[in-house]
Nanobody, 123 residues
Framework: QARLEESGGGLVQAGDSLRLSCVAS????????MAWFRQAPGLEREFVAS???????SYSASVKGRFTISRDNAKNTVYLQMNSLKPEDTAIYYC?????????????????WGQGTQVTVSS
């Protein structure tokens, strides 16, 4: 019943910005930890950012200072604002939800996933 729908990906040049959105249905997002992961061709899926129920945030070192995760509980939506994009940010970006109170970085801790949205950054 729970579903996550990502949007906002696209093809941009290095230095550009994008904002990804993830709309949840089937559950009330305000009661759950949310996170973004990404997977580039030939690489493992990696943690990008998470946001707790109390809105505390955590980031991968590779995106810290450039990306911002936020949550709008009234809209049941989580966002990922991506600034100063680099070619190495190219990947499929996935939204995920976890029932616990912690903000783990391992993908196995998350219960539901969206289909992903492609982000491609050219130089």
């Amino acid at each position: 019943q729970a579903r996550l729908e990502e949007s906002g990906g696209g093809l941009v040049q290095a230095g550009d910005s994008l904002r990804l959105s993830c709309v949840a249905s089937g559950f009330t997002m305000k009661n759950y930890v949310m996170a973004w992961f990404r997977q580039a061709p030939g690489l493992e899926r990696e943690f990008v950012a998470s946001i707790s129920i109390s809105a505390s945030t955590s980031y991968s070192a590779s995106v810290k200072g450039r990306f911002t995760i936020s949550r709008d509980n009234a809209k049941n939506t989580v966002y990922l604002q991506m600034n100063s994009l680099k070619p190495e940010d190219t990947a499929i970006y996935y939204c995920a939800v976890r029932g616990g109170i912690g903000v783990p970085t391992n993908q196995d801790a998350y219960d539901y996933w969206g289909q992903g949205t492609q982000v491609t950054v050219s130089s």
